[in-house]
Antibody, heavy 121, light 112 residues
Framework: EVQLVESGGGLVQPGGSLRLSCAAS????????MNWVRQAPGKGLEWVSY????????YYADSVKGRFTISRDNAKNSLYLQMNSLRAEDTAVYYC??????????????WGQGTLVTVSS | QSVLTQPPSVSGAPGQRVTISCTGS?????????VHWYQQLPGTAPKLLIY???NRPSGVPDRFSGSKSGTSASLAITGLQAEDEADYYC????????????FGGGTKLTVL
């Protein structure tokens, strides 16, 4: 069974940092591209970042470029999102999602349960 | 403002058919990029409903179908059921934005 479990969320002050993790199981993690998607309270879905299976290709949404860093450790079956210079508008539930294998532009055929990040003083 | 435009809400009675539109432009749907649809039940993570414009993942009922034409796509739900009440999102790729996956703003489906 495919499982994605996020962790690392919490309350952080503006300007602070957090590192989110996503533990993957039930599939060959190293063969799949991965994404982070966020959802602000009461709002819609926003794609945040993409990483290729090897980690060699990375993309970011403009809203987080220069502040967030996506990475992965295929030996540990884990995906990460390092978030620096956090702002109030980064407050959201952050989901990791496995890219759709047969539809390369698809964000996710499996999603984690999400982890809440709250940026507030 | 989302790159893909969806109606904020739609509604229908049990058993009826509803459609949700997703309007893009020449740099996303109109450029030939696939459209994918997700269902988000209240308080849960999104779930893939349709991928590659019209394909259903295993386990998704055939009451759900997707189509694409020109710069728009649609999700159709037939035989509406109470458990279909959820938020629905379309998603595609936009060639004007490097690496950007883009979502529609979401549509709240209410089953009357």
């Amino acid at each position: 069974e495919v499982q994605l479990v996020e962790s690392g969320g919490g309350l952080v002050q503006p300007g602070g940092s957090l590192r989110l993790s996503c533990a993957a199981s039930g599939f060959t993690f190293s063969s799949y591209e991965m994404n982070w998607v966020r959802q602000a309270p009461g709002k819609g879905l926003e794609w945040v970042s993409y990483i290729s299976s090897s980690g060699s290709t990375i993309y970011y949404a403009d809203s987080v470029k220069g502040r967030f860093t996506i990475s992965r450790d295929n030996a540990k079956n884990s995906l990460y999102l390092q978030m620096n210079s956090l702002r109030a508008e980064d407050t959201a539930v952050y989901y990791c999602a496995r890219s759709i294998r047969t539809a390369a532009t698809g964000v996710g055929d499996y999603w984690g349960q999400g982890t809440l990040v709250t940026v507030s003083s | 403002q989302s790159v893909l435009t969806q109606p904020p809400s739609v509604s229908g009675a049990p058993g009826q058919r509803v459609t949700i539109s997703c309007t893009g432009s020449s740099s996303n749907i109109g450029a030939g990029y696939d459209v994918h649809w997700y269902q988000q039940l209240p308080g849960t993570a999104p779930k893939l409903l349709i991928y590659g414009n019209s394909n259903r993942p295993s386990g998704v009922p055939d009451r759900f179908s997707g189509s694409k034409s020109g710069t728009s796509a649609s999700l159709a739900i037939t035989g509406l059921q109470a458990e279909d009440e959820a938020d629905y999102y379309c998603q595609s790729y936009d060639s004007s934005l490097s690496g950007w996956r883009v979502f529609g703003g979401g549509t709240k489906l209410t089953v009357l």
